[in-house]
Every structure is written in structure tokens, then in C-alpha cells.
């Protein structure tokens, strides 16, 4: 089915304007999902997870949201900043099964 | 605390020629996960091993591509012979399982350029 979210590719922000990320996942057996950082020519870092049995997730200055109906992830970034600027990837993962990753959306914080 | 390290950091080659990547994990990982990632997509994950063991080598292309990791530390990629296709960025990671917050340690990747 469709997801409520529109992934884009690219999101361009100013400084200190809210950030969201939009990430659908495929399947309905995913128990954890994981919202990844990557800065060019590194590997991806670690934000934030979530567990299916939550709906919402909050950390420093980045909140998740998972809606399970309609199978949609997504990740708020509050207050952004340029060092924000990034490829931001959802990934999902089933209990005893690898992480599978999604399409990436690239951010770019302008000051 | 070091973090994953990947050797070589870029890599060009021709095709047919072979190649090796080397990965040294974060001391106590047991696990480490060898991902291969295409410009503009999301990691692939080829191998995964727990201690000594390959636990999922599903998607490991095992005609031109091998993997080991003796002594449960690091562990060593090679395709022999590369293909054009295998121009990506290959990335490691390492975790300490089980881990409540399936996080995982990655490394920064080798480019690899096959002409």
C-alpha cells in the first residue's frame, strides 16, 4: 500500500527551521527501527531507534515517529543546524534478521 | 575509543584483477558485518559473522567473492576477479550482540573503483 509520507530524495532547510524526514518501510514484521547519519565519506552513524511497540521516540533535538498502519517512519530534527547536513537513511530489522536500509534523502542546512 | 578501521580507505583497479579489504572491529565486538553500498543507496549487507562464524552469507555473490575472519577480530574481503559492477563503497561494522538497541558501529568504508 501506499505510505502517508512522500520520500524525497532531497530536503533543503535553513538554519534553525524544523526538520522531517520521511522513510516507508515494507514489511509488517519489523520489530526495530533505526534512523542512520551519513557525512560524505564516512560510514553511517547511529541516532535513534525505536520499537515497534512505541509510536513515538525522543532524543537530543530528534524525535522518530512510527506509524505501523500505514507502515511510515519518520524523523524530526529540531532546531536544525549545518551540521545536520547529511543522508539520513531509515533502516528496519526483524528479530534474529539483518538490518535492511531504505533510500537515503539527502539534507542540506544553508545558514 | 578507536572505532571500526578499514583498510584501504580507496581502491582502484581493472577489472579482473583481485582485491582484499581489511576491517579491524571495535575491541569486544563479536559481531562484524561486511555491507556493500551503491552511490545513492542505502548499505546491502553481504556478510555477517558472529565470533568466527558466518551466520548469513545469503547475499554474498560466493563466485568471486570471499570472506573470513579468523580468531573472531578482524576480518579480511576479497573478490577475485572484479567485475566493472563492483564499484561501490564497502563498509564494515561491528556490534556487541545481543544488543537491546541493534545498534551498529560502521566503519568509514573503502571505495572501490574497477576499471
Known amino acids: 500500500g501506499e505510505s502517508v509520507g512522500l520520500h524525497l530524495p532531497t530536503l533543503s532547510v535553513q538554519e534553525g527551521d524544523n526538520s522531517i524526514i520521511n522513510c516507508a518501510y515494507s514489511?509488517?514484521?519489523?520489530?526495530?527501527f533505526i534512523w542512520y547519519k551519513q557525512e560524505s565519506g564516512k560510514g553511517p552513524q547511529f541516532i535513534i531507534d525505536?520499537?515497534?511497540?512505541?509510536d513515538k521516540r525522543q532524543g537530543q533535538r530528534v524525535t522518530v515517529l512510527l506509524n505501523k498502519t500505514v507502515k511510515h517512519l519518520s524523523l524530526q530534527i529540531a532546531a536544525t543546524q549545518p551540521g545536520d547536513s547529511a543522508v539520513y537513511f531509515c533502516?528496519?530489522?526483524?528479530?534474529?534478521?539483518?538490518?535492511?536500509f531504505g533510500k537515503g534523502t539527502t539534507l542540506s542546512v544553508s545558514s | 575509543e578507536a572505532g571500526v578501521v578499514q583498510s584501504p580507505r580507496y581502491k582502484i583497479i581493472e577489472k579482473k584483477q583481485p582485491v582484499a579489504f581489511w576491517c579491524n572491529p571495535i575491541?569486544?565486538?563479536?559481531?562484524l558485518y561486511w555491507y556493500l553500498q551503491n552511490l545513492g543507496q542505502g548499505p546491502e549487507l553481504l556478510i555477517r559473522?558472529?565470533?568466527?562464524?558466518?551466520?548469513?552469507d545469503s547475499q554474498l555473490p560466493k563466485d568471486r567473492f570471499s570472506a573470513e575472519r579468523l580468531k573472531g577480530v578482524d576480518s579480511t574481503l576479497k573478490i577475485q576477479p572484479a567485475e566493472l559492477g563492483d564499484s561501490a563503497v564497502y563498509l564494515c561494522?561491528?556490534?556487541?550482540?545481543?544488543?537491546?538497541?541493534?545498534?551498529?558501529?560502521f566503519g568509514p568504508g573503502t571505495r572501490l573503483t574497477v576499471l
Open positions: 561494522a561491528s556490534s556487541l550482540e545481543p544488543n537491546l538497541r541493534n545498534e551498529q558501529f
Open positions: 514489511n509488517s514484521a519489523s520489530d526495530y
Open positions: 525505536i520499537r515497534s511497540n512505541m
Open positions: 533502516a528496519e530489522k526483524e528479530a534474529g534478521t539483518a538490518l535492511i
Open positions: 575491541s569486544g565486538h563479536n559481531t
Open positions: 559473522y558472529e565470533n568466527e562464524e558466518a551466520v548469513d
